[in-house]
């Protein structure tokens, strides 16, 4: 089955610096990559997601990147602000519409310093 | 605004004991899903169903088993709760639609098992 890395497992940043999460996949089959945030006391909502047709897709200040011949795809946060402050989730996929079967990374921890 | 619902926000329970997960959503969606969260290794997948009556493993399905009756219930089911399904349990839905796998979660039941 999938299997996905993620790093680093925390990650502190300066309010108006960038930050950067990455993630590695195993399934060369995989062609759907989101990404979810969860802040404090709150559930998982994805932010951005990703097909494997395209190599990189933007939304204000977040942005991902594939890398299908590496396996790996990325998270990146630009002018970063305190509410960014919350868990990070990769996660990817071989999209099926009857049960896409979602395989999470183990999450990055991003504290964002006023 | 979808919505979907857990019944319970915190339990405590002994060990042998067996446990009902109850989860609704609103949004007459076709898939719904059952995740645990546990620090450091993400969300993973225990059962999903992507219709009435239907189920399939995820990766972690030992212990555990579901029900679904009807379309917007999904029912976890712990036979004999154990000190090691002590965890946050995740409940979430999505429709089956080719131009999105977004996952919508509930706002998790934090297990507790002595």
């Known amino acids: 089955g999938e299997n996905v890395e993620q790093h680093p497992s925390t990650l502190s940043v300066q309010e108006g610096d960038s930050a950067v999460i990455k993630c590695t996949y195993s399934?060369?089959?995989?062609?759907?990559f989101p990404w979810y945030k969860q802040e404090l006391g709150k559930r998982p909502q994805l932010i951005i997601d990703i097909r494997s047709n395209v190599g990189e897709k933007k939304d204000q200040r977040i942005a991902v990147t594939l890398n299908k011949t590496a396996k790996h795809f990325s998270l990146h946060i630009t002018e970063t602000q305190p509410e960014d402050s919350a868990v990070y989730f990769c996660a990817a996929s071989i999209f099926k519409a009857a049960g896409n079967k979602l395989t999470f990374g183990g999450g990055t921890r991003v504290l964002v310093k006023p | 605004d979808v919505k979907v619902t857990q019944s319970s926000r915190y339990l405590v329970k002994r060990t042998g004991e067996k446990v009902f997960l109850e989860c609704v959503q609103d949004?007459?969606?076709?898939?719904m899903f059952w995740y645990r969260q546990d620090p450091g290794l993400g969300l993973r997948l225990i059962y999903f169903s992507y219709d009435v009556k239907m189920k399939e493993k995820g990766d972690i399905p030992e212990g555990y088993s579901v029900s679904r009756e009807k379309k917007e219930r999904f029912s976890l089911i712990l036979e004999s709760a154990s000190t090691n399904q002590t965890s946050m349990y995740l409940c979430?839905?999505?429709?089956?639609?080719?131009?999105?796998?977004?996952?919508?979660f509930g706002e998790g039941s934090r297990l507790t098992v002595l």
């Open positions: 979430a839905s999505s429709p089956a639609a080719m131009n999105t796998g977004e996952l919508f």
């Open positions: 399934d060369s089959a995989s062609n759907y």
């Open positions: 949004m007459d969606h076709e898939n």
